[in-house]
């Protein structure tokens, strides 16, 4: 299986601030990667797909980048609806297709 | 404007078969592929496995004895069953729309569509 480790676990952050998530897959997945956010018990949003394309209809204060193994999501002035659950999922290989554990964003 | 509406019973006894069915409201499911997905209490999320349009599936190899993912695209809806649930098996069960690649693909890439998801508590 391809693993795939995000960091950190948690993160606090400011409203206004930018931070950036980062995402590593245990081997090279190229750019077969995507950013989910999940807020609470709702269905996860894609955000980010193919690495670093910006799904339709969402803010353009995310971005994605990387490729091969290391992978970073960046979110630019965050507003509050931001603070939520951030999952990375690798689909290079598809048994199993794997997430990372997840990065709680936090208010601070 | 793509919905999955999920259905399904939210309990199941253990060693019994959990059964749940996700159905597309408008559009075809034609030239995409269909994915179940599940998230135990407080934890992350786990792939079960998908299904093409025309039947072709792939299972998490934890999961593949148990699992059987259906397709009817005549009814607009895919279908889950899981035999042998134990409370493990307990947690938010989605299914979702597998977009096509950068390229125009269809296949296994990321889910740009979700239901809203089914709370499955496997308990006597």
């Known amino acids: 299986d391809i693993q795939m480790t995000q960091s950190p676990s948690t993160l606090s952050a400011f409203v206004g601030d930018r931070v950036t998530l980062t995402c590593r897959a245990s081997?090279?997945?190229?750019?077969?990667m995507a950013w989910y956010q999940q807020k609470g018990q709702s269905a996860p949003k894609l955000l980010i797909y193919?690495?670093?394309n910006l799904e339709s209809g969402v803010s353009p204060r995310f971005s994605g980048s990387g490729s091969g193994t290391e992978f970073t999501l960046t979110i630019g002035n965050l507003q509050p609806e931001d603070f939520a659950v951030y999952y990375c999922?690798?689909?290079?290989?598809?048994?199993?297709?794997?997430f990372g554990q997840g990065t709680r964003l936090d208010m601070k | 404007q793509w919905h999955l509406q999920q259905s399904g019973p939210g309990q199941v006894n253990p060693s019994e078969t959990l059964s749940l069915t996700c159905s597309l409201s408008?559009?075809?499911?034609?030239?995409?592929?269909w994915t179940w997905i599940r998230q135990a209490p407080g934890k992350g999320l786990e792939w079960i496995g998908y299904?093409?349009?025309?039947?072709?599936?792939t299972y998490n190899p934890s999961l593949k004895s148990r699992v059987i993912i259906s397709i009817d695209t005549s009814k607009n809806q895919f279908s889950l069953t899981l035999t042998s649930v134990t409370a493990a098996d307990t947690g938010i069960y989605y299914c979702?729309?597998?977009?096509?690649?950068?390229?125009?693909?269809?296949?296994?890439?990321?889910?740009?569509?979700w239901g809203q998801g089914t709370t499955v508590t496997v308990s006597s």
């Open positions: 081997q090279s997945i190229g750019s077969w």
């Open positions: 299904i093409s349009d025309i039947g072709t599936t």
């Open positions: 193919e690495a670093s």
């Open positions: 979702a729309r597998d977009r096509p690649s950068i390229f125009g693909e269809p296949g296994v890439y990321a889910m740009d569509v």
């Open positions: 408008s559009g075809s499911m034609r030239h995409y592929y």
């Open positions: 999922q690798q689909y290079k290989s598809n048994s199993p297709i794997t």
